[in-house]
């Protein structure tokens, strides 16, 4: 997902409902939902080795940059 995606739906969200600005923010520990955390970081730009693999390899480089959101 790009970042632009990601904020639509934000910002999508927060249009339907402005109150949810005060809700905390979590996120799942892994794809099918089986526990939950809260996000306490804030996001960064950080770089991988390659963004197309499951697992990925932060990098010293400044190829394969991605927001990080935790």
């Given at each position: 997902?790009?970042?632009?995606?990601?904020?639509?739906?934000?910002?999508?969200?927060?249009?339907?409902?402005?109150?949810?600005?005060?809700l905390?923010?979590?996120?799942?520990?892994?794809?099918?939902?089986n526990?939950?955390?809260?996000?306490?970081?804030?996001?960064?730009?950080?770089?991988?080795?390659?963004?197309?693999?499951?697992?990925?390899?932060?990098?010293?480089?400044?190829?394969?940059?991605?927001?990080?959101?935790?």
């Open positions: 997902m790009k970042l632009k995606e990601y904020l639509e739906k934000i910002n999508h969200h927060i249009n339907q409902n402005p109150k949810i600005l005060d905390e923010v979590v996120y799942s520990t892994d794809e099918e939902g526990g939950y955390r809260k996000v306490v970081y804030e996001s960064c730009i950080i770089h991988f080795e390659n963004l197309n693999t499951h697992y990925l390899q932060a990098s010293d480089n400044n190829e394969n940059p991605a927001i990080c959101i935790n």
